[in-house]
T-cell receptor, first 114, second 109 residues
């Protein structure tokens, strides 16, 4: 059971470079999310997509863009990477945006920006 | 805005000890409450949840009861094992999922 798959697992970038983090889910979920995890701060929502064709900003969207390519795939793009974006990034999905539905997480992408 | 306050760690226990990790949630309305667990190098996994007052979530020997008066959802386990060593996150869902800062648990044999 694949669940939520994120690529790459690790990446090192130089300041100013761009890159796209990929996420795909095989559970036929409608909603998808991108979080970042920093030490001592839990997970913070960057962007989410309640359903195919829609995207919305979360708590910390600055410096990021997203694309909901289709129902399965939701990518996160850093246009000009900054050291403050060094973090672990998690993609998640849920059946829908309603409040009592649990989210399913990928294993994360560990991103370092020098 | 919504917030989750979770007991800070790290917490170190001996095998078979009793575990409590405190969690309270502040929000408009009554959110659903969750506990997630994160093992090293992995993503978060749902451990248990409760969607309304007085609900008790349970899984793998862990329990938590949704207390309406204080919007608390403390995680408990009567006898921890070495394999329970992980980071535990409390989370609440009113509009979006809001996470606590996580509690690192280490269980020693």
């Amino acid at each position: 059971n694949a669940g939520v798959t994120q690529t790459p697992k690790f990446q090192v970038l130089k300041t100013g470079q761009s890159m796209t983090l990929q996420c795909a889910q095989d559970m036929n979920h409608n909603s998808m999310y991108w979080y970042r995890q920093d030490p001592g701060m839990g997970l913070r929502l960057i962007y989410y997509s309640a359903s195919e064709g829609t995207t919305d900003k979360g708590e910390v969207p600055n410096g990021y863009n997203v694309s909901r390519l289709n129902k399965r795939e939701f990518s996160l793009r850093l246009e000009s990477a900054a050291p403050s974006q060094t973090s672990v990034y998690f993609c998640a999905s849920s059946e829908g945006p309603v409040r009592n539905q649990p989210q399913h997480f990928g294993d994360g992408t560990r991103l370092s920006i020098l | 805005g919504d917030s989750v306050t979770q007991m800070e760690g790290p917490v170190t226990l001996s095998e078979e000890a009793f575990l409590t990790i405190n969690c309270t949630y502040t929000a408009t309305g009554y959110p659903s409450l969750f506990w997630y667990v994160q093992y090293p190098g992995e993503g978060l996994q749902l451990l248990l949840k409760a969607t309304k007052a007085d609900d008790k979530g349970s899984n793998k020997g862990f329990e938590a009861t949704y207390r309406k008066e204080t919007t608390s959802f403390h995680l408990e386990k009567g006898s921890v094992q070495v394999s329970d060593s992980a980071v535990y996150f409390c989370a609440g869902s009113a509009r979006q999922l809001t996470f606590g800062s996580g509690t690192q648990l280490t269980v020693l044999p």
